[in-house]
């Protein structure tokens, strides 16, 4: 029967099926990419699962439900499955020229607008800046402009300076699409990139500097007095690819003008799409965003268990390293241990120390309690005159530590190596802003049963090669 359909047809009658909406059309990438043959192969099954798709996502009372999509119960990389970027430039590379919409796809921000006006209102000490300027942000309006307005709203005189330099701080690259235009030029292609904000030029040319990053034209909405998509549309391209995050205000118009439309589903946008626990809305947002940027943006395809570590390890480690910093000056780790790399505090299982405080609190941290015991034990006999307190990390969690352990013996794993990473890209990527130890405990907790079940299986196996 399909045989004798027409080949215009089927086409129109794929693209109508896969491109309903912004989530039909991500998820759709997504089992293509699992099975890349699927749709030639197996085209009824295929064709009933992107049916399905169409009914589940385009009813509001359903789409938004995070089934199958769960912090730490469910494998996420698996199901955000993007196109390694070797494989989607392919479809850059077909058309003469690319556009770009920078926003929330070439660079992407830890602080949405509201968030980060309230930085800046900090940084300025000026109260009722934040509001006055979320009310004045428009991207026809230079920053100039806005300014005076506000300077006459406020009774101040403001200059953009520190909103400009806390604005690059707060934008993150994304490696994944800066390596999309990397082979795009290369390969000859015009590379046109386009952005609706009120920052002047220059702001985005030092941005595109520093992080290498190769095109053809940039315009800016402000300088032009028109939005992103009159300013590609005035570019008179004919055959080209479209990148963006944007698919309903800026993808689906160019694809009938002659685009290509190459969906980038933005990663925070996937963070919010999933189960969270209940974390402040504060920390939230800057783990949404980091995490997104850094687990779903498509440069990696990570294990389930740097996932997990990077997730629900990460942040765990991360408020930790702060709480042994203020409280414990002797943690029982391994001093060649993740925790030891990121901590001042003397991580140790050496009971010969010397120690000259009359009160010393200690971090027992669960990895060899038999142990444990016989080191304070001995530090207590060396140190009469000393009162030890102990802390114990697995009372502070509520959970058994053990899927932790890697963190605190100088083991190597795909766990351990998520949460370094995280450690590494929250401290950067938000200014080292605190997390508090509620919120990574609820983390920790989501993903305690896959990790718990990871750290076993890692176990036998360990077991299993040793006896052999």
């Not at 049963?449 to 299986?457: G, K, S």
Request: with cysteine.
């Amino acid at each position: 029967m399909l045989e004798k359909l027409s080949v215009d047809f089927v086409r129109k009658l794929f693209y109508l099926l896969t491109n309903g909406n912004a989530q039909i059309k991500f998820h759709t990438i997504c089992m293509q990419n699992q099975d890349r043959e699927k749709a030639a192969n197996r085209p009824i099954e295929f064709g009933l699962k992107l049916l399905g798709y169409n009914l589940f996502y385009r009813l509001p009372g359903l789409r938004d439900l995070p089934v199958g999509r769960r912090i730490g119960r469910d494998y996420l990389t698996r199901k955000y499955l993007r196109l390694p970027v070797e494989d989607l430039s392919s479809e850059i590379l077909e058309n003469p020229a690319a556009v770009c919409d920078v926003t929330d796809s070439l660079f992407l921000p830890v602080l949405g607008k509201r968030s980060f006006f309230q930085q800046v209102e900090k940084a300025l000490d000026c109260p009722g800046f934040a509001k006055a300027r979320l009310r004045l942000e428009d991207p026809c309006m230079g920053m100039e402009e806005i300014y005076q307005s506000l300077n006459r709203t406020l009774q101040k005189s403001l200059q953009p300076d520190t909103e400009l330099k806390m604005a690059a701080a707060n934008l993150m690259p994304n490696r994944y699409i800066i390596r999309l235009l990397d082979i795009a030029v290369y390969h000859g292609v015009t590379v046109h990139l386009t952005i609706d904000s009120s920052y002047p030029r220059e702001f985005y040319l030092q941005l595109l500097k520093k992080n290498h990053i190769g095109f053809d034209t940039l315009a800016v909405s402000w300088e032009e007095k028109r939005r992103k998509l009159a300013l590609v549309q005035e570019l008179g391209l004919e055959k080209f690819g479209a990148v963006s995050a944007d698919f309903n205000r800026f993808l689906r118009p160019l694809h009938k003008q002659g685009g290509r439309p190459i969906y980038y589903r933005a990663p925070v946008q996937l963070m919010r799409d999933t189960w969270h626990p209940q974390l402040s809305p504060e920390f939230r947002e800057r783990y949404d965003a980091v995490c997104g940027a850094k687990v779903f943006s498509g440069k990696k395809r990570p294990s389930f268990a740097y996932e997990l570590g990077y997730l629900c390890a990460g942040p765990l480690l991360y408020s930790l390293a702060f709480l042994v910093e203020e409280e414990s000056p002797l943690c029982y780790a391994a001093p060649d241990s993740v925790l030891s790399r990121l901590v001042s505090t003397t991580c140790t299982t050496d009971s010969r120390i010397s120690l000259k405080a009359p009160v010393v609190q200690v971090m027992d941290t669960g990895i060899d309690p038999e142990g444990f015991c016989q080191w304070l034990e001995t530090l207590r006999r060396n140190h009469p005159e000393t009162s030890f307190q102990t802390v114990s990390l697995e009372k502070l969690l509520g959970k058994r530590s053990a899927p932790l352990f890697s963190l605190f013996s100088g083991e190597e794993n795909e766990l351990s190596q998520g949460a370094l990473d995280f450690f590494r890209d929250f401290s950067t990527c938000t200014g080292s802003s605190t997390i508090p130890f509620s919120d990574a405990r609820s983390l920790y907790a989501w993903g305690y049963e896959n990790m718990n079940r990871l750290c076993c299986a890692c176990e036998k196996e360990i077991s299993s090669q040793a006896a052999v």
